[in-house]
């Protein structure tokens, strides 16, 4: 089984930055869809950025881009996500997720593919 670990939330200020890990064991050697999500109370589960381990497929929500990086370390099995320029908005629980389904619903790396979760990690900006 995958097991996907997030670390790295925490309280800041707004325009304040945060680094979020993802630290996985039991990859296969298949490649896989890894994203962020998050989801903050009253919400419905938003997903913040994707990027396929393949290479060449990285993508944003139209919220965080020009603010948010997410980038992977092959060698660790672990995926970041940097966050620069924090507002109020991105207060919620983010979760790493990861998907061995490359493409379908016309999109890559489609929602429903994603198939093992992290337990999240709370970010909170304040105003």
């Known amino acids: 089984n995958l097991l996907l670990a997030e670390s790295g939330g925490g309280s800041v200020q707004t325009g304040g930055s945060l680094r979020l890990s993802c630290e996985g064991s039991g990859y296969t050697n298949s490649d896989y869809c890894l994203g962020w999500f998050r989801q903050a109370p009253g919400k419905e589960r938003e997903r913040v950025a994707i990027?396929?381990?393949?290479?060449?497929?990285?993508a944003y929500a139209d919220s965080v881009k020009g603010r948010f990086t997410i980038s992977q370390d092959n060698a660790k099995k672990t995926l970041f996500l940097q966050m620069n320029n924090l507002k109020p908005e991105d207060t919620a629980t983010y979760y790493c997720?990861?998907?061995?389904?490359?493409w379908g619903g016309g999109s890559h790396c489609p929602d429903g593919g994603f198939g093992y979760w992290g337990q999240g990690t709370q970010v909170t900006v304040s105003s």
């Open positions: 990027i396929w381990t393949g290479g060449g497929i990285i």
């Open positions: 997720a990861a998907s061995t389904v490359l």
